[in-house]
């Protein structure tokens, strides 16, 4: 069975520009949760999709968003990049809502604001 | 904030037993104590969780004390693939509920040949 995919896996983008990150769970999975990971503050929880729906967000301004699709697929926007966005963002699926299931994470996306 | 202490960094002999402890005194009784380790740049990988009882699985072994304020993790037989930052988590198991993964700071665990 195919792991957790994230696309890209690298990124650079400039100050003030958007960037979208897809995430394709494992098959069969529901849920789909994100987490950003910086030097600074280590791995923290960004928000969790299950069944379309946003079940549970993090601490994270407004600028920060997702969306899940029927097919559990997801995606993650930053708008109005600022040079702290800069960090690894990982996926991580599991079979039904993250509290119930361990979660499996993909091999992240390198964000890279300039 | 994250409900755990664990050591910053730790050291062990490549073919010896790691022990990994986790302390989290404020542990509730629905609350589940996970392991999960990351390789450099790469995604955290799910390792083991329990409750009560002591588990094993073809990775490692868990031991949580009686009165679950702290834990180990057991890796029988360290590898030099096993050196990796391990994140002990405590987080609630709730059917049908969210409960989103706190991580810590972790263990950096360096074995060395």
């Known amino acids: 069975k195919a792991g957790v995919t994230q696309t890209p896996r690298y990124l650079i983008k400039t100050r003030g520009q958007q960037v979208t990150l897809s995430c394709s769970p494992i098959?069969?999975?529901?849920?789909v949760s994100w987490y950003q990971q910086t030097p600074g503050q280590g791995l923290q929880f960004l928000f969790e999709?299950?069944?379309?729906?946003?079940?549970n967000k993090g601490n994270f301004p407004g600028r920060f968003s997702g969306r899940q699709f029927s097919n559990s697929r997801s995606e993650m926007n930053v708008s109005t990049l600022e040079l702290g966005d800069s960090a690894l963002y990982l996926c991580?699926?599991?079979?039904?809502?993250?509290?119930?299931?361990?979660?499996?994470f993909g091999p992240g996306t390198r964000l890279t604001v300039t | 904030d994250a409900k755990t202490t664990q050591p910053p960094s730790m050291d062990c002999a490549e073919g010896r037993a790691a022990n990994l402890p986790c302390n989290h005194s404020?542990?509730?009784?629905?609350?589940?104590v996970y392991w999960y380790r990351q390789i450099h740049s790469q995604g955290p990988q799910y390792i083991i969780h329990?409750?009560?009882n002591n588990e094993t699985n073809e990775m490692a072994s868990l031991i949580i004390t009686e009165d679950r304020k702290s834990s180990t993790l057991i890796l029988p037989h360290a590898t030099l693939r096993d050196t990796a930052v391990y994140y002990c988590?405590?987080?609630?198991?709730?059917?049908?509920?969210?409960?989103?993964?706190?991580f810590g700071k972790g263990t950096k665990l360096t074995v060395n040949p």
């Open positions: 991580a699926s599991s079979l039904d809502l993250a509290g119930a299931y361990e979660q499996y």
């Open positions: 098959s069969g999975h529901r849920s």
């Open positions: 999709y299950f069944s379309e729906t946003q079940r």
């Open positions: 404020t542990i509730s009784g629905n609350e589940y």
């Open positions: 329990g409750l009560k």
């Open positions: 988590i405590v987080r609630a198991y709730t059917q049908g509920g969210s409960e989103k993964l706190v």
